[in-house]
């Protein structure tokens, strides 16, 4: 999880993710900021995940974004 | 490679699944919503074509067409986008977004199709808690509708077409209605313009303008005051900025923002 937050800090690094429940409602991951997240979540995880698994309600929270690594074959 | 319309959003969500699917180094600059594709679809103004490594789409408009593109590996996005067709007096623009690194391959395909490098913006942020002194008094004040169409002919007279996706005067009263263009006035009329998007914590300036014959007169500093009162409980301000506009870029870092690692390359082919 705490690589989840590296990785989202490293793409909005104006913002504290762990304050956050929902990253798209309060506005910190945009469309852009999705695609640049999946990249580098496909690379650190040696993963590639599915396109139509990019929708923002995947993206929304570390617990979502954790458990698309898993169901994409990541490990955490 | 003919260009089709395609028929659903759903059609255009699959390719590009399916591209990145097949690929190992999946980009794509295609980052419309879905409301933006289904309109353009029923208009009739979308077109795409594709192979087994790139979808090409392209949203025809006034002046120019927009072209996006999903791509997995590099192999044919030269040769995709060398097959989008030009209109006849019209122009191909496409952006890209990302830092120098990743974008460079991406761009020299784009330069093999026909394409140039037009402008490139900076990406800017500034945090909320970041401790810069704004006037807490701001003349500046919340556009009205009857300023909508003065709004509009200033943002398209000073703004460039093709690279600041300039608005339609339905867009700017829209944006009036939801008081988020800010103006001081001269008289009667509009002398400066802040327009600002928000969404939950984060917001993002869009055009921040004062007319020459008001400029030096702290024009531009109570409207950003305005802004940031506005938006006191946002906590992140963005903004992209020209990347050859050094006087723009000091400004901003005067009112608190932070160069971020993107830049919004814009590429034209005519």
């Known amino acids: 999880m705490n690589t989840v937050l590296k990785i989202l800090s490293e793409i909005r690094p104006e913002f504290d993710f762990s304050t956050s429940e929902d990253f798209i409602a309060d506005g910190m991951l945009d469309s852009l900021d999705v695609v640049t997240l999946v990249s580098a979540i496909d690379k650190h995880y040696r993963i590639s995940i599915a396109g139509t698994e990019i929708v923002p309600e995947n993206f929304s929270s570390t617990a979502m974004i954790a458990a698309l690594i898993h169901r994409n074959g990541g490990r955490l | ?270």
């Open chain 2, 1 to 270: 490679m003919p260009m089709q319309p395609p028929t659903s959003i759903v059609e255009v969500r699959q390719q590009i699944a399916r591209i990145k699917a097949g690929g190992t180094e999946f980009i794509t600059n295609f980052f419309l919503d879905d409301a933006a594709i289904e309109q353009a679809i029923r208009a009739g103004t979308l077109l795409f074509a594709f192979n087994d490594d790139a979808v090409v789409m392209v949203r025809r408009g006034a002046l120019f067409d927009r072209v996006y593109f999903a791509d997995g590996n590099r192999a044919s996005l030269s040769r995709t986008l060398a097959s989008v067709p030009l209109a006849p007096d019209g122009c191909l623009i496409s952006d890209l977004i990302g830092t120098a690194a990743e974008t460079a391959p991406v761009i020299d395909q784009f330069v093999s199709a026909g394409f140039s490098r037009f402008t490139e913006f900076r990406s800017m942020y500034r945090a909320n808690s970041c401790n810069v002194d704004v006037e807490r008094r701001a003349m500046a004040e919340a556009a009205l509708e009857e300023d909508a169409e003065q709004i509009w002919s200033y943002i398209s007279g000073y703004f460039d077409p093709y690279s600041e996706h300039i608005p339609d005067q339905q867009e700017v009263l829209t944006a009036v209605k939801a008081r988020t263009v800010l103006v001081t006035r001269n008289g009667g009329s509009v002398s400066a313009i802040l327009w600002y998007d928000r969404k939950g914590a984060s917001s993002i300036l869009r055009y921040w303008l004062v007319l020459p014959q008001f400029r030096g007169r702290g024009l531009g500093k109570q409207l950003m005051a305005r802004y940031f009162n506005d938006c006191a409980d946002v906590r992140s301000f963005r903004l992209w900025v020209q990347s050859s506009n050094c006087r723009a870029m000091r400004l901003y870092q005067h009112y608190g923002y932070v160069l971020a690692s993107r830049t919004d390359y814009i590429l034209k082919r005519t």
